[in-house]
Structure formats: structure tokens, C-alpha cells
């Protein structure tokens, strides 16, 4: 299955993690101002935590899906999956599904892995098949619809090879960027970290030529405040990207707007 460009080239995906409390005080007031939809991604453990910093509520959580924003799962306790028994891997998968859905969340169909570091690990991968479609795991400029533009050389999404073997990409290896690692690494330094922000464009080249919509730049965030920590992004930084992608005609998706075609092992956004 294809996704028709029509008039537009330009698809973004938001995220934000570890449940932080300005997510809601202060990215979703910009976020309305555009009419952007991004994809929540709540660690369980942390809802309502005062005690390393202001986490959302749950009245927060459910406030931004009545508002038709994502909400998914990213573990009960943010443990790192690989270092986990598969006894307390399927914990953390799999309650935190059943946390969210027992406080009013509808239908959570995508797991976050923190870190973003187990996308080559198979006892990580089929746990998450078992309770979750998709999962935000792994770090790329842009992601694929068919996985086909990574230096692994794959032409479509299917989570094992013939021979078995893990692929880079899948629908549970859903690659994002950091915005946090420029934060840090620019040390909030706003301008040189808006320029790699604009590398947003870097895939519509690549959408031209195929005349489908395949690469989605999938930018992720945490805090939105002027603290200077390295998990928080400039709230002036974070403005005046939502008005560069609005003036420039990106759409913005939340994750959850992707499907998966078993028949082409590729996926797609949902019309």
C-alpha cells in the first residue's frame, strides 16, 4: 500500500516522553496553536511523581486524549528492557498497557523502549508483538514507510528475515531522532540546534523521486522549559519550530496515524 503525496511532501511525527509535566502546561498551548497532534508516550510509574520533578496527572493525560492527542505506553518503572528477566520484561511491557487502560486510556497500541536501545534485541521484540502493534525504538533521521532507506539495505518492514535474523527496521523499530542529544550536545545553544532541526526536510528528495510519502522525520522531546537541563528543550526553540513546520506546510501525524500492510510488509498513514 502506497501513500499518495498529492500536494504535500512534507509528513513530521512529535513525541514526547518520560511523562513531564510541562508537556501539558506548556508544549500543548503551542501545539493547539497550529493544530498539531503528537504522540504521548507515559511511563506509569511516573504519573503524579513530584519528587524528581513535576510529572503530568492522570486528569493531564486524559485531558490530552479528549483534546485528540496520542496517548501510549513507555513502560511502568522506565527500566532499560535489555537488562530486565523476561519475567519483569513482560511486567513492564505488558502492565503498563493494562495501567494505562484501567485510568481511561483508549485502546495504547505502541510502546516506547527507553534508551531506544533494543531494537536488536529479539526476547524484547516478541514481547512487545505480543501486547503492542508498533513500537518507537531506535534512533535515524527520518523512518521509512518500507523501511527501504537505511544502509541495511531492506525493501520492506518484515521483522525477520528468511533466515530468522532481526531486521534494523520494523514495525517495532520505529526510528526517531533526539531532539534532547542536540540539546545537550549544543548546550542550548537555540540557533545551531534550529538548524538541525530544519534537517526535517532532508527527506522529501527521497519522497520526490518514489512519488510517495516514505520518509517521516519522527522528532522526539521531553521537558518544554527554560531550565537548561539536558532533557529539556528552549520553550522559545520549541515555538519557533511548530511555526517553521506550520509556515512551511509540514503535516503533522501522531504515531498512531501509521498503519501496517501485512500483505507488503511495508507500513503507511491511515487515511
Not at 25 to 52: E, H, M, N, R
Not at 112 to 136: M, R
Not at 223 to 238: A, E, H, K, Q, R
Request: one cysteine or more.
Amino acid at each position: 500500500m502506497n501513500t499518495v503525496i498529492g500536494d504535500n511532501t512534507k509528513v513530521v511525527i512529535l513525541t514526547f516522553g518520560d511523562t513531564v509535566k510541562s508537556q501539558f502546561t506548556t508544549a500543548k498551548p503551542i501545539l493547539d496553536q497550529y493544530g498539531f497532534k503528537a504522540s504521548f508516550f507515559i511511563t506509569c510509574g511516573y504519573v503524579g511523581d513530584q519528587k524528581q520533578m513535576q510529572r503530568l496527572s492522570w486528569n493531564d493525560i486524559l485531558a490530552l486524549q479528549d483534546d485528540g492527542q496520542d496517548i501510549e505506553s513507555k513502560g511502568m518503572t522506565h527500566a532499560d528492557l535489555n537488562n530486565l528477566s523476561p519475567n519483569a520484561l513482560d511486567f513492564e511491557i505488558s502492565a503498563s498497557k493494562q495501567c494505562l487502560e484501567n485510568h481511561g486510556v483508549k485502546s495504547p497500541n505502541i510502546f516506547a523502549v527507553v534508551h531506544g536501545n533494543a531494537w536488536n534485541n529479539p526476547l524484547v521484540i516478541d514481547t512487545i508483538s505480543k501486547y503492542y502493534e508498533y513500537a518507537d525504538n531506535g534512533f535515524a533521521n527520518s523512518m521509512f514507510l518500507h523501511c527501504d532507506g537505511y544502509d541495511s539495505k531492506q525493501t520492506d518492514c518484515r521483522t525477520y528475515t528468511v533466515d530468522d535474523e532481526l531486521t534494523y527496521a520494523n514495525r517495532y523499530s520505529i526510528r526517531e531522532e533526539s531532539h534532547n542529544s542536540w540539546d545537550q550536545s549544543y548546550l542550548h545553544n537555540d540557533q545551531i540546534i534550529f538548524q538541525k532541526f530544519v534537517e526535517v526536510n532532508s527527506g522529501i528528495n527521497f519522497n520526490n523521486k518514489k512519488g510517495t510519502v516514505d520518509a517521516i522525520p519522527i522528532i522526539a522531546y521531553h521537558s518544554i522549559d527554560n531550565n537548561g537541563d539536558p532533557y529539556s528543550t528552549d520553550v522559545n526553540l520549541f515555538e519557533t519550530e511548530m511555526k517553521y513546520l506550520h509556515d512551511n506546510g509540514f503535516k503533522v501525524i501522531p504515531m498512531s496515524d501509521l498503519g501496517y500492510d501485512e500483505g507488503t510488509k511495508s507500513m503507511y498513514i491511515k487515511q
